[in-house]
């Protein structure tokens, strides 16, 4: 079942034309990268998708009901940040913050706080928490709504490389459980190594296929 269908997509800032006639798929259960060069219009594809900016043309189908969970490319808590990584994650609970939770958000907080490995961590302040543990909280609170789809800018840019491989393992985990993820990323060997398809967004025009259809040379063409 297609969770995103995209036909003819033309997205412009002002007379500033980002995207251009973006057609693409993402179905049920697929890990969806897409690599691209800085500034091609990957972020600005997000915002779309999210219904955050208007088309100037096309259509974006997203079957209503669908929930989509969404870590944003830029996020970096700083030490000042004072809700505990706990009650970060809760945030995501109802669409605004209260002081109290039902039993049943409470376990449903715990559920995702243990899958993202960070129960000893839980009651300490986020802003105090290493990269690799802010983002398993992003994750987390992403996860919370139990969504169909989820959407990772760039989540794993600022981790090393261990911490890309383990963040990326758990959400493969999900995407085993039927979810299907769009992951945004510069890092060609994750992509290669996590992908069942891809979207390669270029300056002028785009390639979609699976994953053993991505260039090999893209990486290369990317840095020039
Ligand atoms: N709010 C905005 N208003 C005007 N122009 C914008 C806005 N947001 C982004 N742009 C421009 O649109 C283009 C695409 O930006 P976008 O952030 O989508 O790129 P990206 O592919 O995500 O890049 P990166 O890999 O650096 O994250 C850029 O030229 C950017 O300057
Ligand atoms: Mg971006």
């Keep these: 079942m297609a969770i995103v269908s995209v036909e003819d997509l033309t997205v412009a800032y002002g007379n500033h034309q980002v995207i251009k006639d973006l057609s693409f798929t993402i179905n049920e259960g697929d890990f969806l990268v897409v690599v691209g060069e800085n500034g091609v219009g990957k972020t600005t594809l997000v915002r779309a998708l999210l219904g955050l900016i208007k088309p100037r043309s096309g259509e974006i189908n ?5 929930r989509i969970g969404y870590v ?3 996020r970096n808590l700083d030490e000042e940040y004072p809700l505990s990584v706990r009650d970060f994650v809760s945030l995501n609970c109802r669409p605004r913050l209260i002081p109290w939770l039902s039993k049943k958000e409470r376990a449903r907080v715990d559920r995702l706080i243990r899958l993202t490995d960070l129960t000893r961590i839980a009651d300490r302040p986020l802003g105090l928490a290493s990269g690799g543990e802010k983002q398993r909280a992003y994750l987390a609170q992403a996860l919370l709504q139990d969504p169909q789809l989820l959407i990772l800018d760039e989540s794993t840019a600022s981790l ?3 911490m890309k491989y383990e963040l990326l393992d758990l ?7 039927g979810l299907s993820v769009m ?4 890092d060609w060997d994750l992509a290669r ?8 967004m ?3 025009g785009y390639e979609e296929g699976s994953i053993d ?3 090999q040379n893209g990486d290369q063409e990317e840095e020039k």
């Design 193 to 200: 190594n996590y992908g069942t398809r891809f979207l390669y």
């Design 183 to 186: 992951f945004i990323t510069h």
């Design 62 to 66: 997203i079957p209503t009901g669908i």
């Design 202 to 204: 270029k300056p002028n």
């Design 160 to 162: 090393d490389n261990e």
């Design 72 to 74: 944003p490319q830029f």
């Design 171 to 177: 959400v493969t985990r999900f995407q085993q459980n």
């Design 213 to 215: 259809e991505l260039p």
